[in-house]
Nanobody, 127 residues
Framework: EVQLQASGGGLVQPGDSLRLSCEGSGFSLDNYVVGWFRQAPGKEREGIASIDNRDGRTYYVDVLKGRFTISRDNAKNTVYLQMNSLRSEDTAVYHC????????????????????YGQGTLVTVSS
């Protein structure tokens, strides 16, 4: 089955770290841009980080620079999002998407417009 799957969410305390995984199945992520998005309760979905697997370039929204790191493992066909110093406001459902069009990942698009869009994983930051 061809799909993209996000995983690794959970309940953590403020200040903790968590690593999310975005794994491609049935296709190679090598020629795709992979982006991480999140949607907090009652808020719009926002793009937070992306990596272009064709050249390794990364992008982060300014407010998350220094806390979140996106990386890839080509052998595992997986992109990771390392999240450190988590705060309550990081609570959200995190999704990943893959597309060959960098602009769609960076500027946002409808979910159905992405080449691949994975089911989300819930991250809850609470004491």
């Amino acid at each position: 089955e061809v799909q993209l799957q996000a995983s690794g969410g959970g309940l953590v305390q403020p200040g903790d770290s968590l690593r999310l995984s975005c794994e491609g199945s049935g296709f190679s992520l090598d020629n795709y841009v992979v982006g991480w998005f999140r949607q907090a309760p009652g808020k719009e979905r926002e793009g937070i980080a992306s990596i272009d697997n064709r050249d390794g370039r990364t992008y982060y929204v300014d407010v998350l620079k220094g806390r979140f790191t996106i990386s890839r493992d080509n052998a595992k066909n997986t992109v990771y999002l390392q999240m450190n110093s988590l705060r309550s406001e990081d609570t959200a459902v995190y999704h990943c998407a893959a597309d060959k069009n960098l602009r769609k990942i960076r500027l946002g698009a409808k979910i159905y417009e992405y080449d691949f869009y994975g089911q989300g994983t819930l991250v809850t930051v609470s004491s």
